[in-house]
Structures are given as structure tokens and as C-alpha cells.
């Protein structure tokens, strides 16, 4: 009877243990049911955000898709992708309202795209195409449209080049219609301004629309420390106010010149003889960090080449330009900054013999060297994020000659402003000039300039 009772409570035991296992298992297998309906669930959210944003991963020597976001009116606008290509078109927009003691405001606002006239002045439109050719390549190209006073619109390709991307040892190529890489303020369009208009001594010595050519240019950024970028340009002269320095830009189209503003003779054509016709334009710049919060720039440049006065006349340009700036290191989005920026040029001129007429007589103007010499400088406090408060002074000379050129004569200015970024992709800015030009006495002037932009422009040099 014992052995019956040990066989019964064994056998009870079994199955209670029996029925626990069968308890567990039911429930891992209900906990598994759980995990793949969590799984599937994940598996169809991935799939709906892989949909979403186009994410693919690529092949062997293809690229990946680049996820979608948001558009926002400062992003490139890509209108044609093909793999690595790609193109980006923008445009940007200026235009100020304003008044001058002067009626004749060419008279003392030179550049191409500086105010025109009292009242409006579409100062420029520009549509820029920039992008990727292929792994070796990069372009740009840009139109300006400026509505001339009288309601003539000037149509004008300001850049079209096409740039290396890949080349060993640091070096870089540069080929097409583009703006020399002399000083600083030489590469910037009129939008990128710090001031409604361009200084004196760059209008002056370089021209209404700044020393832009056809041509090719060189650089090479040298394996130091610190930045160090060599280039050289080499460039025709036959398009560019390098010839003969004619200041006064506006409705140059409309206008005849019989002679030269700058030297007084009768143009003489150069056509391209060998690299005496050619124009160029060496630099050197280099960049150090004097601490976290600031950094210089020290520029040197030069341009060499021929003018108009002569068959065998030349002009050499000289610069030096300078760079400061601070910006604390907890700053947001580029703000509080402090800068301050600095260039100087002169320019040796070799005037040849020439005619000049003068009440239906002619005159002879005897060779001679004519010298012209300037600057400006010009502090920038970013004071608020979207505030900037500028100010920029401003000097040029000539030495005396023969022909008295109203190119030619001391100027100069002083121009406080304060510019208000509502975003990005807009700009408002208020100026005043103070002008005192020798043997016209002083000016005045009040411009408010708006801009807007849509999509991004390629990033210009710090």
C-alpha cells in the first residue's frame, strides 16, 4: 500500500509539472505572436519612410539618392540631375530708392551697377546656373539684367567658367569669361556688396564693371601651416576698362566716345601681337588664425598689361588689401561679429603721344606717366543677429598731367549705413554719403536699397 501511494503522488507530481510547462510554453509562444506583430509593424514603418524619402542603397560606382526635405526659397532650385551632375539656378534681385544733392548722379556713382538717378534704380537682376559637370569639373555662368536710366535694359554675361575639381599636388584651373582674382572686393557681385555701391579707387583704377575677361587662371594652395594660395590669371584686354580706365559705366551702350576720358587721345586698337597684349594678373594670399576668435587675411596683387593710348603703352596695377575679423565662439548663426577690411591700389599709366581734339583743332599731348593712387576701409559690427552697422572711408589722387581728366581728380567719401536681414534670403539697408570732390565741391546723398533672393548662390571667399 505505501508502494501505491509513492507510485500515485509521483504521478501527480508529473502532471502538475506537466501542466506548468504547458503554461510557460503557451506563454513564450504568445510573447513570440507579439514580437512578430511588433517586427512587422517596424518593417512596414521603415519601408514607409524608405518610400518617403527616396533613400536607395547604391550600387557599385553609383551614387546615392539624396534624402527629400523641405524647400525652403533659400535653397538651390535643381532643375536637371544625371548621377554626380547636376544644375542649380538661381536669381537675386537689387534695387534702391534715394535722393542726391546732385541731379546728375553718374557724376559721382561710377560703377555699372551703383544708383543711377534720383528716385528708383534697378541696380541689377541676376540669374545664376552653377553646378557639377562631372567628377572633374565644376561651372558657374551668370546674367545681369540693369535697367538703365531712360527705361533701357543692358543685358550682360558677367561670369561662364568652367573650374578643375580633382587635380593633384593643390593645383586648380580656371577657364572662361570671369572676374580676376585681384584684391577682395574685385570678386564679389554687386549683391554680395557690403555698401549700396562699389568703392571709388576699385571703380577708378579697375573699372565700372571691375577687371572681368575672358581668360585662364591658375592656382596652387601651398602645403603650409597656414593658408597660402598662389594664382595667376592670364587674360585678353581688348574687353576690359583696363584699356583706358573709363569710370563713368552707365549707358556706356548708348554713348560714343571719341576719345579717352583717362588720357585724352583717340583710342588706338591693340589686337593680340604676342604676351605683351595680354593682361596679367598675379596674387598671393594668406590667412592665420591670430586666437579662436580671430582670424587675418593679408592679400598682395598685380595686373600688367596694355592700354589704349598707345601701340606699345602699358599700365601696371598694384594692390595690397587686408582682413580682420572677430566673432566670439558661442556665436549664432555668424553673429555678434566685428570686421574690418582694408585695400589699396595704385596705378602707373603710360600715356603716349597722342592727339587730342580740342574746338575742331588738334592738339599734341606729349608721352608721360600718369600716376593714381586710392583706398578705402571699412568696419562692419554685426551688433544683433540680422543687424549690421557699416562704415567706410574713403580717398583717390592723381598726380598732375598734361590732359586734366575728371577721372583723374581727389575725391573723397565717407559712408555710414545699417543693414537689416529679416532672413537669409532678404536684405534692407539704408546708406548715407558724404562726397567732397576737388573743383565740384560737396555732395550728399541717402539710398535705401532692398534685395531679395531666390534659391542659393555659390559661397564667395572669406
Not at 546732385?102 to 552653377?130: K, Y
Not at 580706365?245 to 601681337?273: I, K, Q, W
Not at 582694408?342 to 588738334?362: I, K, Q
Request: net charge negative; hydrophobic share 40%.
Amino acid at each position: 500500500m505505501k508502494y501505491i501511494r509513492i507510485v500515485v503522488l509521483a504521478a501527480a507530481l508529473l502532471a502538475v509539472r506537466s501542466a506548468r510547462a504547458d503554461e510557460t510554453l503557451g506563454a513564450l509562444k504568445q510573447q513570440l505572436q507579439l514580437l512578430q506583430q511588433q517586427i512587422q509593424q517596424l518593417q512596414q514603418k521603415v519601408a514607409e519612410l524608405e518610400s518617403a524619402q527616396t533613400v536607395s542603397t547604391p550600387a557599385a560606382g553609383t551614387a546615392a539618392t539624396t534624402p527629400a526635405k523641405a524647400w525652403s526659397p533659400s535653397d538651390p532650385i535643381t532643375v536637371g540631375k544625371a548621377g554626380a551632375a547636376y544644375m542649380n539656378v538661381s536669381l537675386v534681385a537689387d534695387t534702391v530708392f534715394g535722393w542726391s544733392t546732385t541731379p546728375d548722379v553718374q557724376r559721382i556713382q561710377g560703377a555699372h551697377h551703383d544708383p543711377s538717378q534720383r528716385g528708383f534704380t534697378l541696380q541689377g537682376v541676376e540669374l545664376a546656373l552653377d553646378g557639377a559637370v562631372d567628377p572633374y569639373f565644376k561651372g558657374l555662368a551668370t546674367v545681369a539684367l540693369v535697367l538703365e536710366p531712360g527705361g533701357t535694359t543692358a543685358t550682360e554675361l558677367e561670369e561662364a567658367w568652367l573650374q578643375t575639381t580633382s587635380l593633384p599636388w593643390n593645383l586648380q584651373v580656371k577657364a572662361g569669361q570671369m572676374y580676376a582674382n585681384f584684391g577682395r572686393h574685385n570678386l564679389l557681385h554687386n549683391h554680395s556688396w557690403n555698401f549700396v555701391d562699389q568703392p571709388i579707387v576699385i571703380t577708378r583704377l579697375l573699372g565700372g564693371d571691375g577687371l572681368r575677361n575672358p581668360g585662364a587662371q591658375f592656382s596652387w594652395l601651398a602645403p603650409l601651416p597656414f593658408f597660402t594660395e598662389l594664382s595667376l590669371g592670364v587674360f585678353n584686354s581688348d574687353q576690359s576698362s583696363f584699356l583706358g580706365g573709363h569710370e563713368h559705366a552707365h549707358g556706356h551702350e548708348e554713348e560714343e566716345h571719341h576719345h579717352s576720358d583717362l588720357h585724352g587721345g583717340e583710342p588706338v586698337g591693340r589686337t593680340l601681337r604676342g604676351p605683351q597684349d595680354l593682361l596679367f594678373v598675379p596674387r598671393l594670399a594668406m590667412s592665420f588664425d591670430l586666437s579662436d576668435t580671430q582670424t587675418i587675411l593679408l592679400g598682395a596683387s598685380a595686373a600688367v598689361g596694355p592700354n589704349n593710348s598707345g601701340p606699345n603703352a602699358g599700365t601696371q596695377i598694384i594692390g595690397a588689401d587686408f582682413y580682420w575679423k572677430w566673432r566670439p565662439v558661442n556665436a549664432q548663426k555668424g553673429f555678434p561679429f566685428v570686421s574690418w577690411q582694408t585695400e589699396f591700389l595704385f596705378r602707373r599709366y603710360e600715356a603716349a603721344e597722342r592727339v587730342h581734339p580740342h574746338d575742331d583743332e588738334e592738339h599734341i599731348l606729349p608721352s608721360e606717366t600718369l600716376q593714381d593712387w586710392g583706398l578705402y576701409s571699412q568696419l562692419l559690427w554685426g551688433f544683433k543677429r540680422g543687424w549690421v552697422a557699416g562704415l567706410r572711408g574713403e580717398y583717390v589722387t592723381g598726380n598732375d598731367a598734361t590732359f586734366e581728366s575728371d577721372l583723374r581728380i581727389d575725391r573723397t567719401r565717407v559712408s555710414p549705413n545699417l543693414t537689416f536681414y529679416p532672413t537669409e534670403f532678404s536684405k534692407i539697408r539704408l546708406q548715407y554719403n558724404y562726397d567732397h570732390i576737388q573743383q565740384w565741391g560737396d555732395e550728399h546723398s541717402v539710398w535705401l536699397q532692398f534685395e531679395f533672393l531666390l534659391g542659393a548662390h555659390a559661397a564667395h571667399k572669406f
